[in-house]
């Protein structure tokens, strides 16, 4: 703490990551280095006047720091993976993009705006604003590993998700948390050692000791970590450390639901878990998703219309009937859509209701020679991109199954119609993870589904990129397409 003509600067205070004065610190740099990077990259290409170049500048790093904001990525540090705050950077960064660009559109010329720094800006910025935040996570992590800005904390309850908790935080000493020791209800004071080699102490829990305890040793948060039937239990420990200013963490038992991933929101202030969820039930995630679909799906048509043309053409010609087969699928909320594709077999007429279904096997008689040839290589599938600018599927998602086959395993898999909280895909996790083609056992439609509730409950614009790039990489064809 420094005294300068009669102010008082606490150094520590200002650079505390728990600190508002911290976010302050954050939003300043983020606004300095998006700006900053603007003004000196066009201040020697541009024609513009000086003070429009700044204010343009300014409004930049403004429109950065706000949406950001609006993303949430000047929250809580502590415990965010690094790979999810650059997904947050660079989400807000191409936000930031287009409203510039919408910005010079309606306000500028093009011609004040060489197409090289424009690049340039928009390359080297996120870029930027990551690197100066893998620095000071890297220092954060570093200092708390060496015992600074660290909470100790104590963790109430001896079950598999305390267990789980403290090992989280073990193997994490950039956490910056110090696991002191657990309190167990009915558990006798002993030392017992986690599976990560750790020991830690076990400590009856009891009202008197718990409070005195909490205040001798400078706790800063309580973990309570009891299953959902030992209410009364957690409301003891509530009305003990009621009269304590220490923060007190209630940490619900999703083990015993099987909600490891299960989604806390809440409405006007009650707190909300949400048991069967999606990433995608805000309004900004489904905007999003759907930009990525008409922009996807309306590029694919047009490059692809010539080849679709031409196989069009050699489905009519090589078989009698329609060229394109349409067939009754579920869709988002299990409501019944028609999905287009080329048909691919002698006896497929206009369309099918998908109540009675034969899946292809290899070597299927029904399949034509064309058909083959398009099934293995998946540009049966190709028209299905109409059906995303129809609103009816997604180009990244799960893939939708006939009416009978999502009767039948409904009954037979757990969660399955958990798949249709999202719109079906022409692509999808399983697909890419090599979960496609025929299930012949319940156990390989399990293994699709449980890709497919990942990608549910893990969704995001960068990881349907992820799931294109390697629909390309590992290629259209799979030895299990028939």
């Excluded at 001896?158 to 908790?165: E, F, G, V």
């Excluded at 706790?219 to 209410?231: K, S, T």
Aim: overall charge positive; aromatic content about 12%; glycine content about 6%.
């Amino acid at each position: 703490m420094r005294k300068v003509d009669g102010w008082t600067f606490d150094i520590k205070a200002i650079l505390h990551p728990d600190r508002a004065s911290f976010v302050w610190l954050h939003r300043s740099l983020d606004f300095i280095v998006t700006a900053g990077l603007f003004i000196g990259i066009f201040f020697q290409e541009t024609s513009l006047h000086g003070l429009a170049l700044v204010a343009f500048g300014l409004v930049a790093g403004l429109t950065f720091v706000v949406v950001s904001q609006l993303l949430g990525i000047y929250q809580h540090w502590r415990g965010r993976p690094f790979f999810a705050s650059i997904k947050l950077v660079l989400e807000a960064w191409l936000w930031t993009w287009l409203l510039w660009l919408a910005l010079v559109f309606l306000f500028s010329s093009w011609t004040f705006w060489p197409k090289q720094s424009a690049v340039l800006w928009g390359l080297s910025t996120p870029v930027a604003l990551i690197a100066y935040r893998l620095m000071i996570r890297k220092a954060l992590i570093f200092y708390r590993a060496q015992g600074g800005n660290s909470k100790n904390i104590v963790i109430v309850g001896h079950n598999a998700l305390a267990k789980s908790l403290a090992e989280t935080i073990l193997c994490n000493a950039g956490l910056g948390y110090r696991l002191l020791w657990f309190y167990d209800l009915a558990g006798s004071e002993q030392t017992f050692r986690l599976n990560g080699g750790d020991c830690v102490d076990l400590k009856p829990l009891r009202s008197d000791a718990l409070k005195l305890e909490v205040e001798e040793h400078d706790i800063n948060e309580v973990y309570i970590c009891l299953p959902v039937e030992q209410v009364r239990d957690v409301k003891h420990v509530l009305e003990t450390l009621s009269d304590i200013p220490v923060v007190i963490k209630f940490v619900p038992d999703m083990f015993v639901f099987d909600l490891l991933h299960a989604k806390v929101t809440d409405i006007d202030g009650i707190p909300v878990i949400g048991v069967f969820d999606s990433a995608l039930t805000g309004e900004f995630e489904r905007f999003i998703k759907r930009v990525e679909d008409v922009v996807i799906a309306s590029a694919a048509l047009l490059v692809f219309s010539p080849l679709m043309l031409v196989l069009a053409l050699g489905v009519k010609w090589t078989s009698p009937g329609p060229v394109l087969f349409k067939q009754k699928r579920y869709g988002l909320s299990g409501r019944e859509i028609r999905v287009y594709k080329f048909r691919t077999m002698f006896d497929e007429s206009t369309e099918s209701d998908g109540q009675s279904v034969a899946q292809t096997r290899k070597d299927d008689k029904r399949v034509t020679p064309l058909g083959r040839l398009l099934r293995r290589t998946s540009l049966d599938e190709l028209p299905q991109f109409i059906n995303v600018l129809q609103g009816k599927m997604s180009v990244v998602g799960p893939r939708p199954h006939a009416v009978a086959h999502n009767e039948m395993y409904r009954k037979l898999v757990p969660k399955y119609m958990q798949r249709y909280l999202v719109k079906p895909g022409i692509t999808g996790w399983a697909q890419v993870n090599g979960w496609r083609g025929e299930t012949d056992s319940v156990e390989k439609m399990c293994k699709r589904v449980e890709f497919d509730l990942h990608y549910i409950r893990n969704w995001s614009f960068w990881f349907d990129m992820k799931i294109i790039a390697m629909t390309f990489y590992k290629g259209f064809m799979h030895k299990n397409a028939y």
